[in-house]
């Protein structure tokens, strides 16, 4: 399995307001170094463009990057949480596990942290264990339409499809926008033999991303089965 999509962002970003304005100051100086022009008040197109660049550099080595801190040197939920987190994002998943196993015992209320948790389970192919946090995660959050999409996922894969219905269903209650909700309901009636629901599904997918072609193959094999 691949490592899904993360709904949220409070464990991915870290400060570099003071990058931005560190970068924009030297290269502000650095472009009037050799002028009497004054400094204009408004960054130029060009100069945000290279700004831009720089601190998207360094936010792909933040993310990317694992944190170089010890399980004991964890002080805080959020330190934990993050340190996992750049483990889990650079396939290092047995190492993120104790990283989020130290910010749940120190905030047991986060249901992001289960739910980040339960992306490293699903990598090491530890799928009960997966399935337990994100049933906490939805617990401690009702509304986490991510948690329920990778429930009902791993329902999927192991043939419980109607469970499976019922978690993309509360997933497309809640964001009802995101195709592959659709897609994978759609293919969880397939396998129940409800075409007729299954191409409903499909069609909805292909509305929202209409480029998908895996979303345009499984309704035309769907449409299949019922001519």
């Known amino acids: 399995r691949a490592w899904r999509k993360i709904s949220r962002r409070e464990a991915t970003m870290r400060p570099v307001y003071l990058l931005l304005g560190l970068s924009l100051m030297t290269l502000i100086m650095a472009g009037c170094s050799s002028s009497e022009q004054p400094v204009p008040s408004t960054p130029t197109p060009d100069l945000e463009a290279t700004v831009q660049a720089m601190v998207q ?41 104790p990283y989020y196993t130290e910010a749940i015992r120190l905030d ?30 939805i617990r401690l959050d009702p509304n986490y339409a991510n948690a329920y999409y990778n429930r009902g996922y791993s329902y999927s894969a192991s043939g419980q499809y109607e469970r499976a219905i019922e978690d993309f269903t509360q997933a497309i209650r809640i964001d009802p926008n995101y195709g592959d909700f659709y897609y994978n309901r759609g293919v969880a009636y397939d396998k129940l033999g409800k075409y007729e629901k299954a191409i409903e599904d499909y069609t909805e997918a292909i509305r929202l991303d209409p480029d998908n072609e895996m979303f345009l193959e499984n309704r035309k094999l769907a449409l299949a089965k019922i001519n």
């Open 108 to 137: 047991p209320n986060d249901a992001v942290v289960y739910y980040h948790r339960s992306l490293a389970y699903a990598n090491l192919s530890q799928y009960e264990r997966e399935i337990e946090d994100l049933t906490e995660a």
């Open 57 to 97: 550099k360094e936010l792909d080595k933040i993310v990317l990057t694992p944190t170089p801190v010890s399980l004991s040197g964890c002080t805080s939920a959020l330190e934990c949480h993050t340190a996992g987190f750049d483990y889990g994002r650079s396939g290092q998943y047995s190492k993120a596990l």
